[in-house]
């Protein structure tokens, strides 16, 4: 499916009840046999801008791993495996988190995305963050809407809705649902967005968007979709699950919003389930449902072998679920790409016992946004870690941002959702682009004048919300099954009378991931914007905490 990039030519022979794939010019010939009404659905979601691959190790021993130029090399192996029996679908937030995103205003995605061939995305959340065409423009989504009409596969928008018509939306090249033939097997795919959306977006970029409980227009559509002659049915969703082991469905978080759904839904309503949202992986069978969700920035890869049952829906045991594919291009000698640099010789990737090789017709077609963007990513700053600073876990980048907050605003407290801090920053001397990449939303630094019984509310609903803590400076903050206890870094008590002054960020000062509820009545003259972003702040911070020395160069 999908106007993709030519991979090979491709021979189709009928041969008996199967379909023989003969690959021949350009590409290593390679004979397989896919069962009769069978086809592989792959997926990703979360890709964030993340068109280049990700270099894990130092010096000279890394390794690549991801991006969609990365992608590209798997999907040609398996475009030679199956032929035109693949379906290709995003779960969504595929624009924002890269440089190379951001300054083509996500152009660059749309026409990779166009050139792999995909087939239909759901819209993430961060979909809204491209914002107006100009700041006069009136239109909250005139970049998403631009980016729909130039792509060649449809978004999916089947729970989002106008607030003042309360008609679902009309924007280009959007639909609620897809009916393809992949195949033989006709696939009806029906495409939701998170109900969190509100919560984690700019107010003012969907304030006019509703976006509606999925569970019951998924169950209204999926019987149109089979009223049609959909044999499968497949709920592509940004919207996230989260098991403690990837393969096994009984290790699942039922009450993740994934989960949560599928449990509300009548038996064989849905085959198959696409998840996002969360940057999670899964890869298992929920009762009789298909469930996949392949991580984030195109480092995994999702691949369902789909077989329809003689009665319609999944035929379980003919359909596989395979374990989510990391899309290496280079292997350390245990054969994984991980950021664990280990010894011994590093060899280019294979997958199905054949060489990955990224499609040079993508790399190409990459490179103009890549010049542009690399004078601005490659800048150097007066910075040198000695240590890799991770987005999550302990030692992570997010303290960091939160003290480079607290400088910047003069506080001696601060605090940044975690979502709001985006990858990891390595070790060694920084560039611009590292650090724009941990910090790529356009926030702002703002001071809220908090008593210390709101403090202490908003740090609980957001632990709570989560199940970890806000990122913090200058607190202690523990939580404890249903419990969370805030004091100050010294140990001392938070008064509940006192005023404190928050350093923080402008989305989760003016209420953003439900905070109105704390601080929605709160008077404009408790807040205080400082006019400077946090990346700004950030590179201030890191330039006089970890300054280049001569001592510095000399290590690195």
């Not at 003016?510 to 946090?534: A, C, Y």
């Amino acid at each position: 499916m999908g106007a993709s990039l030519p991979m090979c030519n491709i021979r189709l022979a009928i041969s008996g009840i199967a379909l023989s794939v003969v690959v021949t010019t350009g590409c290593q010939r390679r004979d397989v046999v896919v069962p009769p009404n069978c086809f592989a659905l792959l997926t990703t979601t979360d890709v964030h801008g993340a068109i280049f691959p990700h270099e894990y190790g130092a010096g000279d021993r890394t390794v690549r791993k991801g991006g969609l130029i990365g992608l590209s090399g798997y999907l040609r192996i398996l475009r030679q495996r199956y032929g035109d029996k693949i379906l290709l679908l995003d779960a969504g937030d595929m624009f924002q988190g890269t440089l190379i995103s951001t300054l083509s205003q996500g152009r660059a995605i749309t026409e990779a995305y166009n050139l792999l061939g995909y087939d239909a995305a759901a819209v993430g959340n961060h979909e809204f963050d491209l914002g107006r065409l100009s700041t006069d423009h009136p239109d909250p989504t005139g970049v998403l809407s631009t980016r729909m009409a130039e792509s060649r596969f449809p978004f999916l928008t089947l729970n989002i809705f106008e607030r003042e018509t309360g008609e679902r939306v009309r924007w280009p090249n959007s639909k609620p649902s897809i009916l393809l033939d992949v195949g033989k097997v006709r696939v009806g795919v029906l495409g939701v967005s998170t109900t969190e959306t509100p919560l984690v977006t700019r107010s003012d970029l969907v304030a006019h968007l509703e976006f509606r409980d999925p569970a019951p227009l998924i169950v209204s559509e999926a019987r149109r979709l089979r009223d049609r002659g959909a044999d499968i049915v497949v709920l592509l969703g940004h919207l996230g699950g989260q098991c403690d082991q990837p393969n096994d469905g009984t290790t699942c978080e039922l009450d993740s919003e994934l989960f949560n759904l599928l449990r509300q839904l009548p038996q064989r309503t849905i085959d198959v389930a696409i998840g996002g949202h969360r940057h999670e992986s899964v890869a298992n069978w929920f009762d009789d449902i298909a469930t996949i969700e392949a991580t984030a920035a195109a480092k995994q890869l999702g691949w369902v072998d789909v077989c329809v049952s003689p009665t319609g829906g999944i035929d379980r045991a003919r359909s596989t679920i395979h374990p989510l594919v990391d899309l290496c291009l280079e292997q350390w000698p245990d054969g994984t790409c991980s950021d664990t640099v280990l010894a011994g010789p590093i060899r280019r990737a294979t997958f199905m016992k054949a060489p990955v090789e990224p499609d040079p017709a993508l790399e190409i077609a990459m490179q103009p946004f890549r010049s542009e963007a690399r004078a601005q990513y490659e800048r150097p700053i007066n910075a040198t870690l000695p240590n890799r600073l991770p987005r999550d876990g302990a030692l992570s980048v997010g303290p960091h941002v939160c003290r480079a907050m607290a400088e910047a605003a003069h506080t001696a407290i601060a605090l940044q959702n975690r979502g709001g801090v985006r990858a990891d920053l390595p070790s060694g001397p920084l560039r611009f682009g590292q650090v724009f990449e941990v910090l790529p939303f356009s926030n702002q630094v703002t001071i809220l004048d908090l008593s210390g019984d709101e403090l202490q509310r908003i740090i609980a609903y957001m632990s709570q919300r989560r199940g970890l803590p806000p990122h913090t400076y200058g607190l202690d903050v523990r939580v404890d099954a249903d419990t969370v206890s805030t004091a100050l870094a010294d140990g001392s008590a938070i008064d509940p009378q006192k005023r404190y002054q928050l350093a923080t960020n402008d989305f989760l000062a003016t209420g953003g991931e439900g905070l109105d509820r704390i601080i929605g009545n709160m008077d404009d003259s408790r807040r205080h914007f400082l006019g400077m972003t946090i990346l700004d702040a950030m590179l201030a911070y890191l330039e006089r905490t970890y300054p280049i020395t001569s001592s510095t160069e000399t290590e690195h």
